[in-house]
């Protein structure tokens, strides 16, 4: 998190003072920072040096258009999980031939939507996918590249609700299902296999269920070739982990000598699918102090962000790192305190028993690693409006979506006729 940091004690995205932008855009609201991202893009890049290497940044994480667009900036493309991420990467100006499809439920409009736009695969996920993928393509005169995305049976070691490459998990073909569809596809009309796809689980912190999946994909590469099948190109997915909060994940070095270890030897072109470890660190959630309520047992802390504006610890049970804007004095004491939301749901919260120094209210905190998974997972529950979203990069910072307006958000709303006629 280097490119947040305090200067003068004041806690700075790069050059701009949080407290600034919450005196301009009021609190919460995200700040990402666009240094940070650049330097992950850069690593990412280095790290896979002179190999067919290209980045599909898995839009899911932060599909803001200008993080999107900083991304392509560098290069990449995008992973799209739905016809609205699509419709996001191709207005960002990513290049469609480095656009790939992956989700385990494509309707019939989303599989057109990519087929229209020219993507660079379609990563299928069962049989009755692929047959819809024919169809299609067929329809629309085209033949369409996909790449078969196989659940190789690896335990991520992560948290359940981000798991993914288990047999008992939704996505992916079965390993043991896969040569034989993808022979099959070979000799169906409007599809052209052009490699697999394997994507485990997210916030991976060590490497081994990396080396597993990894080596299952090699071996079944090797049965296919051995048949008579072209595979040209791999998709190796994302989900390498981050630091919140004490967390040691791989190195990207480590992580790319694996891959030139296991994968680069069978010499296909190369996909990778990073979200989160692009733009994680890249992000913080500032919020203010509205209360301190002293209970029987515990101190709470209760802001005005809440987890409709954050969900990760509601859901993952996610710890995130929690700063002061205002940088505290070495020697202050810390006192646990639960840190939580106004949102009427007791699962609102962001730290339990955490130490936290001194806080008041109307203090302001950063709520630190929110760069992915955070606003994007954004609700409206308890009608509370969805938060701004800020991009710094070195002094100037802009506003990347502003407060949602809660009377423009009641507008979308209306009560049917019959009700109308009540009321006078
Ligand atoms: C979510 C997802 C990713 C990105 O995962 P991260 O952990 O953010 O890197 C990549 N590929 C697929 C198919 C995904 O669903």
Redesign the pocket.
Known sequence: MSDFAYVNARLHAEGVALEDLATEVGTPFYCYSTAAMESRCEAFARAFDGLPATVCY?V??NSNLAVLREMARHGAGA?V?SGGELARALKAGMAPDKIVF??VGKTAGEIDAALEAGIAQI?VESESELVMVGERARAHGVDAAVAL?VNPDVDADTHEK?S?GKVEDKFGIDLPHAADLYARTAAMEGVTPVGLAV?I???LTRLDPFREAFSRIAALVHDLRESGLEVRRLDL????GIVYDGETPPHIADYAALVREVIAPLGCELLF?????LVGNAGVLVTRVIRIKEGLSRRFVVVDAGMNDLLRPALYDARHRILPLNETAPDAEESPADVVGPVCESGDSFAVARPLPPLAEGDLVAICSAG??GAVMASTYNSRALVPEVMVRGKVHAVVRPRQDIDALLGLESVPGWQEADTD
């Open positions: 898995s899911k994480a992973d999980v992956s989700g990563n995305r981000i993914t994507h689980g997210s916030q997915g994302g989900g390498l699918e990073p979200g989160r470890w992915a998974y």
